[in-house]
T-cell receptor, first 114, second 115 residues
Framework: DTEVTQTPKHLVMGMTNKKSLKCEQH?????MYWYKQKAKKPPELMFV???????INESVPSRFSPECPNSSLLNLHLHALQPEDSALYLC?????????????FGQGTRLTVV | AQSVTQLDSQVPVFEEAPVELRCNYS??????LFWYVQYPNQGLQLLLK??????LVESINGFEAEFNKSQTSFHLRKPSVHISDTAEYFC?????????????FGTGTLLAVQP
């Protein structure tokens, strides 16, 4: 199994809603990542988890709250988002956080904030 | 700090023609280099990577890239493209000896293969 599974695939939410994005992998990877990708732009790193601990937060606004309940799961909790937060949110995992480790990406959740 | 430059935002090419997608990087330390492909409405897939050793690396679907340290380049080539190669291609870098797999992506090149 070399898949990173993200749910839901599409999400429309209002600015007052609370929602969560989910990511799951069963490759035994110990590093997991959230990226944000705006249209026609490259992915931008948001968070890195290593061994279920937050390793990097790229100065992401607090309306985005990551959670890593166990080594296979990664969540992104969303609250009070703005329309400009609409984007494709990509989850990735790698064996560890070393710079040479191959990152496996999920297919993403396309988020629209209305 | 590292940066990646992909000068061509879009490369149109006819089917069965050769193609080169350019990637240049800037870094004060040694780097690892990657090419990722993103098909429409999909996530990213690793196409190939350079970590060390031979400077020419190949993918299973006919792409190759050559690491050129003196020119700080990692251009992607394919001798004959197919319609199915139409996608966005991202060059990315991480730093050797860095603590974290923090991929720095270029702005991407859309390869548009026409019949």
């Amino acid at each position: 199994d070399t898949e990173v599974t993200q749910t839901p695939k599409h999400l429309v939410m209002g600015m007052t809603n609370k929602k969560s994005l989910k990511c799951e992998q069963h490759m035994g990877h110990r590093a997991m990542y959230w990226y944000k990708q705006k249209a026609k732009k490259p992915p931008e790193l948001m968070f890195v988890y290593s061994y279920e601990k937050l390793s990097i937060n790229e100065s992401v606004p607090s309306r985005f709250s990551p959670e890593c309940p166990n080594s296979s799961l990664l969540n992104l909790h969303l609250h009070a988002l703005q329309p400009e937060d609409s984007a494709l949110y990509l989850c990735a995992s790698s064996l560890d956080i070393g710079p040479e480790a191959e990152a496996f990406f999920g297919q993403g959740t396309r988020l629209t904030v209305v | 700090a590292q940066s990646v430059t992909q000068l061509d935002s879009q490369v149109p090419v006819f089917e069965e023609a050769p193609v080169e997608l350019r990637c240049n990087y800037s870094s004060s330390v040694s780097v690892y280099l990657f090419w990722y492909v993103q098909y429409p409405n999909q996530g990213l897939q690793l196409l190939l990577k350079y970590l060390s050793g031979s400077t020419l690396v190949e993918s299973i679907n006919g792409f190759e890239a050559e690491f050129n340290k003196s020119q700080t380049s990692f251009h992607l080539r394919k001798p004959s493209v197919h319609i199915s190669d139409t996608a966005e291609y991202f060059c990315a870098v991480t730093s050797y000896g860095g603590a974290t797999n923090k991929l720095i992506f270029g702005t991407g090149t859309l390869l548009a293969v026409q019949p």
